[in-house]
């Protein structure tokens, strides 16, 4: 270690007497890495790193320069990169979006950014006609390595038309990649993985999440650190029942696991990160391992991300269940505005553990008639 | 009912900036965007004299002109003079202050409980923009259809929503006019014809060309009795979404009633209007699909009045839409979690300045139509009528967990059949009140 820190500096020019110094440096360098990180700080060093290390980078969206991002997703990009590579857009999503394909078809690389993602749907024939489906339309000739990220989900209290969640709508296309981050390492990497894929992306975060910290490892910190997309993480090993879920979900998911843990049931936790491709090798593998399922998300059940993961299950594991396959999602209701009927219509921390319960003791059940 | 503006003067308030564009004759002249009120605290200070007898709405349908205001100052005192001249009659007055009063009050209000947590989510004031709302909305029957934005508190209680029914919406009680489930952004009734509150810029704007739709079918396939006209309130920023453009183009294609009403306040979020329009003079793409296009002072009332007044007699008489562009000012944040860092103060100082409330008390005062008495016992009407929308809406109940799955259809059968056999929707225990459906 250390001779790898003296040839590090002799290449950078310092001469030998500092070396202690430099130690030092990098020691202390070393344990304040082991810091934490917004969501919000972690896309934004994201994007800026792409941006700076790669000219053809550019972001597109509304509010995005002068007011330093709707959300301050994109703080300071337009002092660092000029108004050509972040660009304040006018109202109007179906025209930025397909400038923004347009621009991909000829080798830039856009980051287009939508205030949230329900105004996505005033672009999505961009989305799906003009960018998803291109590669295969034209036979590999046109690639489109575009980007469209933005708040998904249910916010607070902000409406019907405001709270949709569009995971299942996207991951239903062939040719998009759909990702879902939910800490700042998975918003760095899955984000800096996206900006590099050739692919057209639709990166789905979340507004309550953006202010959350999590604490964040060195190598994340490292600018070339980047993901794997369509690989998901076991945040939480267990043996009893998998649960898996994205974005804010892993969130109450991960909380749920501490609360049945008290009551003696391990549950393993499965943060899906990628939408699409869905890792289904991994799901799969833990069902395998703890026999049951339990789904969660916070979209609308009919056709949602878990429907299809319940399909895979049943497809691939189904003599290893051992209890039918829970699934937990949004009520089948339009958002409500009133605050006690949302908080219903979300699902909370006390469904997922009833949930989890509920597929643990089904079976005890049937071994008791048995 | 007769219309002052076709043979009169418009009586100008007497405040020194009152801002119009001219094109009397000639066509051509165009405005250099830098006289247009941008991001820059300049005052435009030309004023123009215009020929004001003939009513140009009636004579050149798809000619570009504008609103005169003559601010020269021997017109004005003679007209205070003559009562005749004047626009409103006391009552009127009087009408038109209270509205405009209401919607500031109701607006205040709305402030102060958002910032004691009774309100949440996203909340957006119309304060300083009253004129354009009060303006319009008072010359509307019950019938004729208003949609609006998500700044759409005010359009509803000018339309006469009661204040009780907003303010429990906003509270997300089930007493509000959508039971709670629509909020601030979302107010609809069916009652007083309110069609909403979209979130979505741009959304309103096929609906109410759907509304005159159906007015124009009414009258022409069921062969009803029916005048009904419809007013669609959206923003600057809104002229520049695609949606808009369709819907000018097809309104005026089949001569739909309606009229668009642009309320310019020159920012959308933290976007300026100059910065995000090619061609920030929104009146001109009137002209362009067919139809008038009239730029006013949108912080003067009466001024708005009369153009209102014009454009939707043209609609009730079947001659098809109107584009008009009123120039006005929002002078709060975009909502009340937006930190407003970009705006100039000076321009907001300007518009300050021109408040529509002070500005029609003034009028009032100078041509004696009311007393200060008059109006303070309006004001004190208002703030007891706000204090009591408050109350009503803070003792209300929140909506019951069985109200989660209702309303989803207006058949519930949608809901589908159940494990029993039978229509979910008719087993009891359904809006019982677990989400699981």
């Known amino acids: ?370 | 009912m007769a219309c002052s503006a076709t043979a009169q003067i418009i009586q100008p308030l007497s405040i020194n900036s009152a801002r119009s564009v001219d094109n009397s004759d000639a066509c051509t002249k165009t405005l250099s965007p830098s006289s247009f009120l941008g991001s820059t605290p300049r005052i435009n200070k030309k004023l123009f004299a215009v020929n004001k007898s003939i009513s140009p709405l009636a004579r050149r349908p798809t000619t570009v002109f504008a609103v005169s205001s003559d601010v020269v100052k021997e017109k004005k005192l003679k007209s205070n003079s003559s009562l005749s001249n004047l626009l409103i009659t006391k009552k009127e007055g009087l009408e038109l202050y209270e509205d405009m009063y209401l919607g500031r009050a109701f607006e205040d209000m709305c402030a102060q409980m958002y910032y004691r947590g009774k309100m949440f989510g996203f909340v957006h004031l119309y304060n300083g923009q009253e004129a354009v709302s009060t303006g319009f909305i008072k010359l509307l029957k019950k019938e004729d259809y208003v949609v609006s934005t998500y700044r759409d508190h005010v359009h509803s209680l000018s339309k006469g929503v009661p204040a009780r029914e907003v303010m429990s919406e906003l509270f997300g009680k089930t007493t509000g006019c959508c039971r709670g489930q629509g909020g601030s952004m979302h107010m609809f009734s069916k009652e007083h014809n309110v069609l909403g509150g979209f979130a979505f810029i741009g959304e309103g704007i096929p609906v109410a060309t759907g509304a005159a739709f159906t007015s124009k079918y009414k009258r022409e396939v069921l062969k009803e009795d029916c005048d009904e006209v419809a007013l669609a309130f959206f923003g600057d920023g809104t002229c520049n979404n695609g949606q808009f453009f369709e819907c000018l183009n097809m309104a005026a294609l089949w001569k739909l009633p309606i009229v668009f009403v642009v309320e310019n306040n020159l920012w959308a979020i933290g976007m300026s209007h100059v910065r995000a329009t090619s061609d920030p003079q929104i009146w001109k793409k009137g002209p362009a699909f067919g139809m008038p296009g009239i730029h006013v002072d949108g912080m003067d009332v009466l001024k708005v009045r009369e153009v209102a007044k014009e454009a939707i007699d043209r609609a009730r008489r079947g001659e098809g839409p109107t584009l008009v562009e009123c120039e006005t000012y929002r002078f709060r944040g975009h909502s009340l979690a937006d930190p407003d860092e970009l705006r100039d103060p000076a321009e907001k100082a300007h518009y300050a300045t021109r408040d529509p409330i002070t500005a029609l008390k003034k009028y009032m005062a100078e041509n004696k139509l009311v007393s200060e008495a008059e109006l303070k016992a309006i004001d004190k009407k208002i703030d007891e009528l706000v204090e009591d929308a408050v109350e009503f809406a803070d003792k209300s109940p929140v909506p019951a967990r069985s109200q989660l799955l209702e309303n989803v259809f207006a058949d519930p059968r949608g809901f589908g059949i159940g494990p029993n056999g039978k229509y979910r929707c008719e087993d009891p225990k359904f809006t019982e009140g677990t989400a699981q459906v």
């Open chain 1, 1 to 370: 270690m250390l001779r790898i820190i003296k040839q590090r500096l002799a290449y950078n020019g310092l001469p030998a007497p500092t070396l202690e110094q430099g130690i030092r440096v990098i020691a202390s360098r070393a344990y304040s890495t082991a810091k934490e990180m917004t969501v919000r700080e972690a896309l934004n060093s994201a994007i800026d790193e792409e941006m700076s290390a790669d000219p053809k980078v550019f972001i597109m969206g509304e509010e995005v320069g002068e007011y330093q991002g709707a959300y301050k997703i994109s703080k300071g990009l337009l002092d660092k990169y000029g108004p050509e590579r972040v660009l304040d857009t006018p109202i109007t999503e179906a025209g930025f979006a397909g400038i923004g394909v347009g621009a991909a078809y000829y080798g830039l690389r856009p980051v287009i950014e939508f205030m949230t993602f329900n105004f996505s749907m005033q672009a999505i024939d961009h989305i799906i006609n003009s960018a998803a489906k291109s590669n295969y339309m034209s036979a590999g000739q046109i690639s489109v390595p575009i980007v469209f990220r933005g708040p998904n989900g249910a916010a607070a209290g902000v409406g019907a038309q405001h709270s949709h969640c569009y995971a299942a709508w996207y991951s239903s296309c062939p040719g998009l990649k759909v990702l879902a981050p939910y800490s700042s390492e998975d918003a760095r990497g899955l984000l800096k993985a996206a900006i590099r894929d050739p692919d057209p992306v639709v990166f789905l975060e979340n507004e309550l999440l953006y202010g959350e910290s999590f604490p964040v490892s060195a190598e994340a910190l490292d600018s070339s650190f980047c993901l794997p997309i369509g690989k998901a993480k076991i945040e939480r090993e267990g043996k009893d029942v998998t649960i898996t879920a994205f974005s804010k979900m892993v969130g109450y998911a991960l909380q749920a696991a501490e609360i049945l843990a008290k009551e003696g049931i391990n549950a393993e936790v499965i943060n899906l990160r990628s939408i699409r491709p869905l890792d289904r090798s991994t799901i799969n593998a833990s069902v395998r391992k703890t026999n049951r399922l339990v789904t969660i998300e916070e979209g609308f059940p009919q056709h949602g991300v878990g429907a299809e993961i319940c399909a895979s299950i049943l497809e691939e594991s189904f003599e290893y269940l051992d209890a039918p396959v829970e699934r937990i999602a949004g009520a089948d209701v339009p958002m409500p505005y009133a605050a006690n009927l949302e908080r219903m219509a979300v699902p909370q921390i006390e469904d997922i553990v009833r949930a989890a319960k509920r597929a643990c003791y089904k079976s005890s059940l049937l071994a008791a008639t048995a």
